[in-house]
């Protein structure tokens, strides 16, 4: 694949495109759209980016990251026939929040560090700039819950609240383990969905000490096991019989197998 310049100048070809599919001559569906119409194409386009970057491949990627843009050029327009803003107030305020928020690039302050003293002087620039709705208050709720653990952890990490190392962390897990062991003998479900939420969330922080996205990470592992699922079924089928038919011991046989064919 040929790069092209590569400084922008194709933007207003997308953006022209859009204002066609929803000119007078444009398509009836693009023009029936709304602003939360589109709310489940965005988290879509956003997933699908996820899974090209996952596959490691530079054409998937290039088509899914076109797919996003195209969400963002499609939202802006609507924003725009609502006088609300435009593509380039977009393009400009995403611009100017950067520069903003890198003085240690762009302004007088002296160069970073490394990466999460970065990280930590970003946070430190973001809360002056939003004090009202807190340190943790720009995490969406609505992400999925392991990503949000990461990223509240990420966040609080970024204002000292933080365990100085992994082994500090990874004792947390042994502690939340074994507090669910006890609400798990007690019995009571309340107490047990408490505990198991505190080890999961201590889980994702041991994966952020460690550099480990615990998203990535579990998406893989369900990754590994469908396709380990996937084998152990055409083999029990191959016999002429079903998983469900199967007792654990010709089970584990089959799963071994599947492990080994990876």
């Given at each position: 694949m040929r790069l092209m310049s590569e400084d922008g100048a194709s933007l207003p070809k997308l953006v022209d495109v859009m204002r066609t599919l929803l000119g007078p001559e444009g398509c009836p569906w693009d023009k029936e759209q709304t602003l939360d119409t589109l709310r489940p194409y965005v988290v879509e386009e956003a997933h699908e980016v996820v899974e090209a970057i996952d596959r490691g491949e530079a054409e998937p990627l290039r088509?899914?990251?076109g797919d996003l843009l195209f969400q963002v050029v499609f939202l802006s327009e609507l924003a725009s026939a609502k006088r609300w803003f435009g593509i380039d107030d977009v393009v400009s305020g995403i611009a100017d929040k950067m520069v903003r928020r890198h003085p240690w690039v762009f302004g007088d302050e002296k160069p970073s560090g490394g990466g999460a003293e970065a990280l930590a002087r970003w946070e430190a620039q973001k809360s002056?700039?939003?004090?009202s709705r807190g340190a943790l208050g720009g995490v969406p709720v609505s992400l999925p819950a392991l990503l949000r653990a990461w990223r509240v952890g990420e966040k609080?990490?970024?204002h000292g609240f933080d365990w100085p190392d992994a082994a500090g962390v990874r004792a947390k897990v042994d502690e939340e383990l074994a507090e669910l062991d006890e609400a798990v003998a007690s019995g009571v479900s309340e107490r047990i969905e408490a505990e198991l939420g505190d080890l999961l969330f201590?889980?994702?922080?041991f994966g952020r000490k460690l550099g480990v996205d615990p998203e990535a990470a579990l998406r893989r592992a369900l990754d590994r096991f469908s396709g380990?699922?996937?084998?152990a079924e055409l083999a029990a089928e191959a016999a002429g019989t079903e998983l469900r038919a199967l007792d654990a011991e010709k089970l584990d046989v089959?799963?071994?197998?599947a492990k080994r064919a990876e």
């Open positions: 088509e899914e990251l002056k700039e939003k004090k609080a990490a970024a201590a889980l994702a922080s380990r699922f996937r084998r089959l799963w071994q197998e």
